[in-house]
Nanobody
Framework: QVQLVESGGGLVQAGDSLRLSCAAS????????ASWFRQAPGKERKFVAA????????YYGDSVKGRFTISRDNAKNTVDLQMNSLNPDDTAVYYC????????????????WGQGTQVTVSS
């Protein structure tokens, strides 16, 4: 029911900022919780941030709290992730995920996923 496409990844230096965007299909996207996950080489996919359907509630993983901000524009069907003060530990493929019933920090909590976008932070 929902298709997700991430964009905005790239190569940056430590301390820089980057903004990722996830474009979603569907007229009822505002009903869906949306989240960002990331996966480093050889590691499990881990939770980054989540936002409720109307944008009223947000939740962040401990490693990014205070540095990253998740937001959404339901009129445009987009979900963004503003990443500040990046460090090499943030290097990973970043994925957006969504589900109409989800409020979860685990991969199994989401039925719809994007293809991912690479973020590389050099020191």
């Amino acid at each position: 029911q929902v298709q997700l496409v991430e964009s905005g990844g790239g190569l940056v230096q430590a301390g820089d900022s980057l903004r990722l965007s996830c474009a979603a299909s569907g007229r009822t996207f505002s009903r869906y919780t949306a989240s960002w996950f990331r996966q480093a080489p050889g590691k499990e996919r881990k939770f980054v941030a989540a936002i409720s359907g109307n944008g009223g509630y947000t939740y962040y993983g401990d490693s990014v709290k205070g540095r990253f901000t998740i937001s959404r524009d339901n009129a445009k069907n987009t979900v963004d992730l503003q990443m500040n003060s990046l460090n090499p530990d943030d290097t990973a493929v970043y994925y957006c995920a969504a589900d109409v019933r989800a409020w979860s920090t685990v991969v199994a909590g989401y039925n719809y996923w994007g293809q991912g976008t690479q973020v590389t932070v050099s020191s």
